[in-house]
């Protein structure tokens, strides 16, 4: 048996003739006594593998329940050569007759309780051959009782929306064949067999797929990976390809224990980036949509600057043919028609009122109405013979072209090196249609070139702020947290239906990685009005923005802002780097998330529901119950003094009136 640690998890596996089974997974000293994986009984009409907590099997091992790798032509078997104990735990298997050869890997995230996993899939043999299924890794749960299921799932305008089923036997499955994360669902499953809860992710841009197996022995299986979409990746002699990392996660506190779990891996990923201060910005896309000017904008960012903001952000219709979503993409060089003085002296002008300047790019689409399309028709996906389709009147660039790759790097490195640009939002408004699927491995060559785009702009640009958007959240997983700074989660910024999107984005992503912001805009799912004090505070659970047009608030809203903004400058450190604990949920009465900094606590909370009668009626304060507070220390919010016990056994009060519906409190803690 072998067993690598993390902070406090173990993770415990042993062969079993040429498998590698789980043996224990759970807190440190997990493995000391008997493994809750182990079968007893006679394996009928399936093999060993079917029923085996295997950790990543072969279809000609495993050919029933689920298996991790398939070729094309035969079933797959193979035999363990070697497993060795480096940086974590690394197993190799080797098949003769297809010729390849299968290194997998365990280690856990340095200081987290998040164990990765992947694969390098080699071909030793003198032949090409074709891999039909490729997954990362498989999670093993013991489920005697069967499995509670938790996923996010939505629709553009309605992303990271939770959700449950219960699964005693059969197959559960979700991911997305768009080429892209997408909408539909996040690449994150959670398993509660009742005594605790294991978590997965996905480090994938690209087509991928989660899919849970409970079988009749009380096992529930999670294979995680890519989704070859019926298009399979060849390796030709010599060739390799590696998996994505698959991450599991162990919690004895429940989901909102697991996210936490979540939110130290993603500060790890982030790495020095994350002691970078996260600056305020304002986005004038709802304010001018394509209407671009120099003036018009400068007008904006009087009054950002004005409000406390940090970044001005110019979105969408900067570059020439863009006045509408017909043209433009794929030239981006400044409109000088909208900026007659030159897009430096723009530029300037914006760092001149104490602003550090932002830029929307999306660099990947093309549109049929520009030069870039008119010298390159090539450069877009699709099929011989078949007509081509737009989305949003665009197409999609291959990427994974060289020429293309070159050509995306270039002109990234062109704008951030002809101008000051000190934050950059990259956008994503369509997913891949049409595929010439004779190449090989269309989706894996995109999503690598997208990576080393984005590697390639950290390195060369360091101090650029990066903010990753696919129309809203359709590129929110691992691999882009690792890779930009911060993340859109939703083009819906109303009031409640966001409260209700960012409390799924919370529950697998962390707060640094939230992007939020203010605007006017009315509910699409639930219309009940909200303050502007309710959209702050909502705005400030991650990255504060705003993006409303606010040449049009009063001198009274603005002054009201201005206040928000340097309330949230006060404690943005403790919401982006503290430890979270949600409070309830958008459809329960209460609704908060305390944040946890050292001795700083920081509590956001918003009246989701109705009002309590307005004293008209006999009626009693919310409660939120706090967490991890000293019992015997005592704690300050305005006037009231309270001890940590109180707070977390009877909890924090808060009471909502017509004009009160949202609250910031600060916990000062008593010397």
């Known amino acids: 048996m072998w067993t690598i640690a993390g902070a406090s998890t173990e993770y415990a596996v042993a062969a079993t003739g040429d498998r590698i089974d789980l043996v224990a997974w759970g807190p440190h000293g997990v493995g000391d006594g008997p493994s809750p994986f182990a079968v007893h009984g006679k ?45 974590g735990l690394a197993a190799t298997f080797a098949d003769e007759v297809s010729g390849l050869r299968v290194a997998l890997r365990w280690r856990f995230a340095p200081g987290t309780d998040v164990v990765e996993r992947w694969a390098v899939v080699h071909n030793d043999g003198p032949s090409p051959v074709t891999l039909t299924r490729l997954g990362s890794a498989g999670f093993c749960v013991p489920t005697p009782g069967g499995a509670e299921l938790s996923y996010l799932c939505g629709q553009w305008a309605e992303e990271f929306t939770p959700a449950s089923t219960r699964l005693t036997r059969g197959r559960f499955e979700i991911g997305s064949a768009q080429g892209v994360t997408g909408h539909q669902f996040a690449p994150y499953l959670a398993v509660d067999n009742g005594d605790a809860v294991y978590g997965v992710e996905l ?15 009380g096992l529930t299986r999670v294979r995680v990976g890519r989704s070859l979409d019926g298009a399979p990746v060849t390796l030709a002699p010599g060739e390799s390809v590696t998996t994505p990392v698959a991450a599991g996660a162990y919690s004895a506190d429940g989901l909102d224990g697991l996210a936490r779990q979540w939110h130290a891996y993603q500060r790890g990923l982030a790495g020095d980036r994350l002691a970078r201060t996260p600056k305020v910005i304002y986005n004038s896309w709802e304010a001018t949509t394509f209407d671009v000017t ?35 993409l794929g030239d981006w060089t400044p409109d000088p028609a909208k900026f007659p003085d030159g897009f430096g002296a723009f530029v300037s002008a914006v760092r001149a009122r104490g602003l550090e300047f932002g830029l929307w790019v999306e660099p990947e689409m093309v549109n049929p ?46 704008l951030l090196g002809s101008y000051p640009i000190a934050y950059l939002k990259w956008d994503f408004n369509r997913p891949r249609t049409e595929a010439d699927r ?39 997983d691992l691999a882009m947290g690792a890779r930009t700074d911060v993340l859109w989660p939703s083009d819906n910024t109303a009031p409640l239906d966001r409260l209700r999107i960012q409390h799924g984005f919370l529950s697998a992503f962390a707060p640094h990685l939230m992007s939020s912001w203010v605007t006017d805009a009315n509910g699409m799912f639930d219309e009940r009005s909200r303050s502007l004090a309710f959209r702050f505070v909502l705005a400030s659970a991650g ?54 900094l050292g001795d700083r606590v920081v509590v956001l909370a918003w009246n989701a529901g109705g009002l309590d009668g307005l004293d008209r009626v006999p009626a009693r304060d919310i409660r939120l119950p ?32 017509h004009t009160h519906d949202a609250d910031l409190v600060v916990l000062e803690l008593l010397g």
């Not at 360091?462 to 590129?475: D, Q, S, Y």
């Open 43 to 87: 394996v009928q009409y399936m093999l060993p593998g079917d029923v085996a907590a295997v950790e990543y099997a072969p279809d000609g091992l495993r050919p029933f329940l689920g298996a991790d790798l398939a070729v094309a032509g035969h079933a797959l078997t193979w035999r363990l050569d070697s497993v060795l104990e480096t940086d």
């Open 203 to 217: 480090a994938w841009t690209g087509s991928w797929q989660i899919t849970a197996d409970a079988d009749a022995a």
């Open 294 to 328: 120099a003036d018009g904008q400068l007008a904006l960012a009087d009054i950002a600057a004005s409000l406390g903001v940090e970044t001005f952000v110019v979105d969408d219709g900067w570059f020439v043919g863009r006045d509408d979503d017909h043209g433009g």
């Open 369 to 414: 109405r520009s030069a870039l399309y008119a010298a390159h028709p090539d450069w877009v996906y699709q099929a011989d013979g078949r007509p081509l389709t737009t989305i949003r009147n665009q197409y999609l660039l291959d990427l994974g072209r060289r020429e293309v790759f070159e050509f995306v790097r270039s002109t990234l490195d062109s």
């Open 438 to 476: 004779s190449v090989a491995d269309l989706d894996g060559a995109h999503v690598r070139n997208l990576y080393r785009v984005l590697d390639h702009l950290r390195a060369a640009h360091p101090a650029v702020t990066i903010e990753g958007c696919a129309a809203g959240g359709a590129r929110v």
């Open 543 to 596: 990255v504060l923005g705003i993006g409303a047009d606010i040449t049009k608030w009063t001198a009274e809203q603005r002054a009201e802002a201005a206040s928000w903004v340097a309330r949230y400058k006060e404690v943005r450190d403790v919401v982006t780097g503290g430890v979270v604990h949600r409070i309830g949920g958008p459809g329960q009465s209460r609704c908060a998330v305390q944040y946890t």
């Open 626 to 657: 706090l967490r991890d507070l000293d019992p015997t220390a005592r704690y300050q919010a305005g006037d009231a003094v309270y001890s940590g016990a109180h707070l977390m056994s009877v909890g924090l009060p808060v009471r909502w009136t």
